[in-house]
């Protein structure tokens, strides 16, 4: 843990939080077309609409930033949640299935009706994520041993897998489904408006809040059932609340940005060699540090093949798989 006292957490949460503005900064400077910080700052200080530089800043980049931001600490935040809730270094909303749920039922509603708005894809998202998490749970919990790390990450790779096919079958099935979807089932935040993220957004927030409001009684939770039920806590009630927070973080992200990877494994390991267990840290940090990776994720993705675009979720994917197979790894050698 690099940070010991309450003090030089609050400066690396801070510190965080600055790494991430400057980052989106860079993500509304940077990108195929040429502008500069200045270019930027005359965007936001004047209302000439003609300007090239204006459109591709406020109508292009702006949102893009802001979406990656929200989507990435979302992740990261459901991340934490997850592995704090099922003791499993290897849980996030990825392995465990919730975000092929969830792109399964958006690919599914799409392919009945192409009109449907953000918001309506949205709740349709919710109810993937939440079925897809409570089928995983179900899945996990048969048997005499009940749940346990290992059982729930097989369960959760099925379902992914499972969801997965299902997606793929529609698609080929139905072309114009796939024209529809193709980018965004590989993860983009690429081609988003201003509009999309307000729909989405009240959900994400709330999700956020009621995270930070659950950390300390996750902190109990992670001492073990019988300790907490011991201290009073009313187990099942916070464990269903953190479970809706999940659905709430991951359905939105998928619903904006596509089933993106990596991002709920990778942050919290990170955020835990700097600040501990402690979930009323931990959390926030998730929060940033997502954040902070997405973007720069998305930042790279623009000039892996420059002029085109690299979906972001690859680049996570490519970032994420050497960590996953480490602690993979070290878990099955601590066994």
Request: hydrophobic fraction near 55%.
């Amino acid at each position: 843990m690099l940070f010991q006292s309450h003090m030089s957490k609050g400066f690396g949460l801070a510190f965080s939080f600055i790494l991430m503005l400057v980052c989106m900064g860079l993500s509304v400077v940077l990108g195929y077309t040429d502008t500069t910080i200045g270019d930027a700052i005359t965007a936001f200080t004047t209302n000439n609409t003609q300007e090239n530089a204006y459109i591709v800043i406020r109508n292009h980049r702006l949102p893009r930033a802001l979406i990656a931001t929200c989507v990435g600490a979302s992740l990261g935040v459901a991340g934490v949640l997850m592995q704090a809730l099922t003791r499993n270094p290897l849980a996030s909303p990825g392995i465990f299935g919730v975000n092929a749920g969830a792109s399964f039922f958006v690919v599914l509603a799409v392919s009945f009706s192409q009109t449907l708005s953000l918001g309506m894809l949205s709740w349709v998202s919710f109810i993937g994520a939440a079925f897809a998490a409570g089928l995983v749970y179900f899945i996990g919990a048969i048997g005499k041993e009940g749940l346990t790390p290992v059982r729930l990450t097989l369960a959760g790779a099925a379902i992914a897998g499972l969801f997965s096919s299902f997606t793929q079958g529609i698609l080929v099935l139905n072309e114009k489904a796939l024209d529809e979807v193709l980018f965004w089932l590989a993860g983009s935040v690429q081609g988003r408006s201003m509009d999309d993220l307000v729909d989405i957004f009240p959900y994400i927030l709330v999700a956020w809040v009621l995270a930070f409001l659950i950390s300390r009684h996750i902190n109990i939770l992670t001492m073990g059932e019988d300790v907490a039920t011991g201290l009073g806590q009313k187990t099942a009630w916070i464990k269903a609340l953190a479970g809706i927070i999940v659905v709430l973080l991951a359905g939105g992200s998928v619903a904006i940005a596509g089933p993106i990877g990596f991002i709920g494994i990778v942050v919290p390991h990170f955020a835990r060699s700097l600040v501990g267990y402690d979930q009323r840290w931990l959390i926030p940090y998730c929060g940033v540090l997502g954040a902070v990776l997405l973007t720069a994720a998305d930042i790279s993705a623009r000039y892996v093949i420059m002029p085109e675009e690299v979906p972001v979720g690859i680049m996570t994917a490519i970032i994420g798989t050497p960590f996953f197979i480490y602690i993979a790894r070290k878990g099955l050698k601590s066994t």
